[in-house]
């Protein structure tokens, strides 16, 4: 047999039994495929269920608040992929009557969808054979074939693309990619794999050479951006329950379109003195009416490519404070969300990690002070 038949049987042996592989519709296959990409199935699996069982139609997305689609994506990160689901989402329902696209032509001229999305949409759905490229197929068939350089250049892309068109051939798309993505997973891992029990030892050429632990080559790592953030929590009282102010991010930034408390970012962490006068000058409406207590508590937050530090400081504004007239004008200038919200509230709007962190772990009641 061939490496194909031996993974495809293995596969069918020890194959995660996950929900997504029980569905040939095109829109959940999509969404799983979206989820995935930057995201453990461990992890994945759950936060799938539950988007689906929100929006279980491409319409039911594509009719879904810009705030809704984000809060169901909450904690997963990347959130560009929410707002490119969204996006394409109704561009199917609004141009496409709500028919899921069937040609890689119109597959990839949707927002956030690439070669490896289409690919794995057409093959699994339509059993199109389009093979699929990712991680786990760039190793397998790196140490399969040999391919000791950098595995990310497009010449080896497309090599790697070429070799599994080929052995695709006279197998159903779907299951074989699913096969080989499966296998590159759980089998042949990125350390220690365990070859000598490997079912394509025979064919595996890093195998024959000595050369597992050596292919793929491994990429230089990119110097992390380390950025500092001060979240004011600005605290008043309104009929007497503690509200807090939130406000939205930009969308040229981490975290676009989500909310938190007013972020003041600074080249490294203030002094609680600095800090007062930088929020006097921010915020001149508060006229000196408040106590600053903090940093309550300290966070470092890793993404790819940045370390974010920030320190959460409480703003309790004084009763005289807390009922200055043209407060709410004052600090919509000032870059803050319009809208008093309480413990409770607050859940109804989407929020990075960080804030996310910070409220459970310090407001779990319905008040916030």
């Known amino acids: ?17 996950l929900p997504w592989r029980e569905t040939r519709d095109p829109y959940k296959i999509w969404i799983s495929e979206v989820i995935l ?9 759950d936060y799938y269920l539950r988007f689906i069982s929100l929006f279980p139609t491409v319409n039911h997305l594509a009719n879904a608040g810009a705030d809704e689609v984000l809060k169901a994506w909450q904690g997963l990160g990347y959130y560009s992929r929410a707002r490119n689901l969204h996006s394409a989402a109704g561009v199917i329902a609004n141009r496409l009557n709500g028919v899921f696209p069937s040609s890689y032509e119109q597959l990839i001229s949707l927002k956030g969808i690439g070669d490896y999305t289409a690919s794995a949409v057409l093959s699994i759905a339509f059993s199109q054979r389009y093979p699929v490229v990712d991680g786990n197929i760039i190793r397998l068939i790196s140490r399969i074939t040999g391919i000791t350089g950098d595995p990310g250049t497009a010449e080896s892309l497309r090599s790697i693309k070429q070799t599994m068109y080929g052995l695709m051939e ?43 632990n050596h292919i793929p080559a491994k990429k230089s790592k990119k110097e992390k951006r380390t950025r500092y953030f001060s979240y004011i929590v600005i605290c008043f009282m309104k009929e007497k329950r503690s509200h807090v102010w939130i406000s939205k991010r930009g969308n040229r930034d981490i975290w676009a379109d989500l909310y938190e408390f007013p972020c003041i970012e600074s080249a490294g962490f203030y002094t609680p003195v600095h800090l007062k006068n930088e929020i006097d000058r921010r915020f001149p409406c508060l006229d000196g009416r408040f106590t600053l207590t903090g940093p309550v ?73």
């Open 297 to 369: 508590k300290e966070y470092t937050h890793i993404l790819t490519h940045q370390e974010i530090r920030a320190g959460f400081y409480n703003l309790l504004l004084t009763p005289e404070g807390s009922e200055m007239a043209g407060l709410t004008e004052s600090l919509r200038s000032g870059g803050a969300f319009p809208v008093p919200v309480t413990r409770s509230g607050i859940e109804k709007f989407p929020v990075h990690r960080l804030v996310e962190k910070f409220l459970n772990e310090n407001f779990n009641g319905v008040d916030f002070f």
């Open 37 to 45: 990409q930057q995201t453990r199935i461990a992890q994945g699996l």
């Open 170 to 212: 006279g197998y159903e798309p779907g299951l074989f990619n699913q096969a080989m993505m499966e296998f590159g997973a759980l089998r042949c891992l990125p350390k220690n794999p365990g070859c000598d029990a490997c079912e394509v030892k025979n064919h595996c050429f890093a195998f024959r050479k000595g050369m597992v």
């Open 1 to 17: 047999m061939g490496i194909q038949s031996n993974i495809i049987q293995w596969y069918n042996q020890n194959r995660r039994s």
